[in-house]
Nanobody, 124 residues
């Protein structure tokens, strides 16, 4: 059974950067398997980024141009580089397997396994 562990969340000032990691163990995955999601307090979960089966990198409109998803196959780890962070980026960020792309949105599936999440707080 695959296990996901996120790390890299922190308190950062507006305009700052963070790199989140999602380390997978228990199964060999590929970059199409894992998506990044976030949930802010009092809000619904939002798909942040994932990679479609045709290789397209999918980003939520709110993070386009600021976030970059990447995959290290040797480490079985997915990354999310977040630049120019804004207070609205404050949320618990989680990665999930078996994510899907619907149109231009990343969504989890009934088969998704989740990590524990990592808190990102953007505040001065």
């Amino acid at each position: 059974q695959v296990q996901l562990v996120e790390s890299g969340g922190d308190l950062v000032q507006p305009g700052g950067s963070l790199r989140l990691s999602c380390a997978a163990s228990g199964s060999s995955l590929n970059l199409y398997d894992i998506g990044w999601f976030r949930q802010a307090a009092g809000k619904e979960r939002e798909g942040v980024s994932c990679v479609a089966s045709d290789g397209r990198e999918i980003y939520a409109d709110s993070v386009k141009g600021r976030f970059t998803i990447s995959w290290d196959e040797a480490k079985n780890t997915m990354y999310l580089q977040m630049n120019s962070l804004k207070p609205d980026d404050t949320a618990v960020y989680s990665c999930a397997t078996a994510s899907l792309v619907l149109g231009s949105t990343c969504v989890p599936s009934d088969l998704s396994s989740w990590g524990q999440g990592t808190q990102v707080t953007v505040s001065s």
